[in-house]
Structure formats: C-alpha cells, structure tokens
C-alpha cells in the first residue's frame, strides 16, 4: 500500500518562497509518474507539476519559471520548489503518484494520494 505524506506548507509573503516536500512509505517505483496538484474551495483540483520516469518535468503555465519538481527516488521524496509566490498560489497542495511511466494532466490518472499541505500567501 502506497501512502503519500506531504510537508513543508505555511504563510509566506507575496514574493516568498517555500518548498514542499513529499515522502512515500510502501512500494513506489522510480519509474512511476510523480506530481503536485492544488486546490482551493472555488476551483477543480490542478495539476501544477509533474515528473515522468525519465525526469522530464512540466508545469501549469501560471508556474512556469517560478516552481522546480524534483524527484529523489532513493529517498522516496518528491520536492516542489516555489519562488516569487503570488496570492494566486494559496491553494492545499497534494503529491500524487500512478504506476504508469507517463504523466497526464487530469487528477483522474492518479491512483494514490498524500493528505495535502496548506499554502498562503498574503499580499
């Protein structure tokens, strides 16, 4: 059983940054398709990053430029870097993971979940 735990959230100002972190406990291959979404009451849940098998990343274009997804596969952990954050960025962001080598843009491709960690940020 896959389980998915993610940390590093909080309250930052307008043009902070904070890095997010995820830790997978279970099985979980390196070549699965890891990413972040996010999501506020008013909105669908996103797709801001992901990683395919062969670490080739891509981005929501609202991030591009400003967030970095990395993946370390010994360690189990999955990171997401966010820098110059804007008040459109205060969403629970969650670290999901399929057991398939390509990444889609649909949260429905997604078969596990972590709980979701809080980010704000202010004006």
């Known amino acids: 059983q896959v389980q998915l735990a993610e940390s590093g959230g909080g309250s930052v100002q307008a043009g902070g940054s904070l890095r997010l972190s995820c830790l997978a406990s279970?099985?979980?291959?390196?070549?699965?398709?890891m990413a972040w979404f996010r999501q506020t009451p008013e909105n669908e849940r996103e797709r801001v990053a992901s990683?395919?098998?062969?670490?080739?990343?891509r981005y929501a274009d609202s991030v591009m430029g400003r967030f970095t997804i990395s993946r370390d596969n010994a360690a189990k952990r999955l990171y997401l870097e966010m820098d110059n954050l804007t008040h459109e960025d205060t969403a629970m962001y969650y670290c999901?993971?399929?057991?398939?080598?390509?990444?889609?843009?649909?949260?429905?491709?997604?078969?596990?979940w972590g709980q979701g960690t809080q980010v704000t940020v202010s004006l």
């Open positions: 999901a993971t399929r057991e398939d080598r390509f990444c889609g843009d649909s949260a429905v491709f997604f078969t596990y």
């Open positions: 279970g099985y979980i291959s390196p070549t699965w398709c």
């Open positions: 990683i395919d098998a062969w670490d080739e990343s």
